[in-house]
């Protein structure tokens, strides 16, 4: 299903959506479908990557495990290699887990 939207610019914004548009040889209207596109695109993965973020830190919080990053940093640069590499074991806490933080999801 398609729905009509009405969008007011500017007409020095039409005018540059138009110049742009015609450069790269779509229409104004394919021109701003597909960069409404994308900025929605990169919103959704943005706001999933916080909420990744918090639920982490949140089991951090929780007594998850920990790692270090030198282990971590040399797994991950051995994996895109190509190369053969042992997942990183956790580090001990040295403190009980610390007292939970307030996240905000921005």
Request: proline fraction near 5%.
């Amino acid at each position: 299903m398609v729905a009509t939207t009405t969008l007011k610019l500017t007409d020095e914004l039409k005018a540059r959506i138009a110049s742009v548009a015609q450069a790269s040889g779509r229409t104004p209207h394919a021109y701003m479908i597909e960069a409404m596109e994308t900025q929605t695109r990169l919103a959704e993965m943005r706001q999933s990557f916080i909420a990744d973020a918090v639920a982490s830190a949140a089991e951090v919080d929780a007594g998850g495990a920990l790692y270090a990053m030198e282990d971590v940093q040399a797994y991950i640069l051995a994996r895109t290699a190509g190369k053969a590499s042992k997942r990183p074991k956790a580090i001990a806490r040295t403190d009980s887990p610390p007292k939970p933080r307030k996240h905000s999801a921005r």
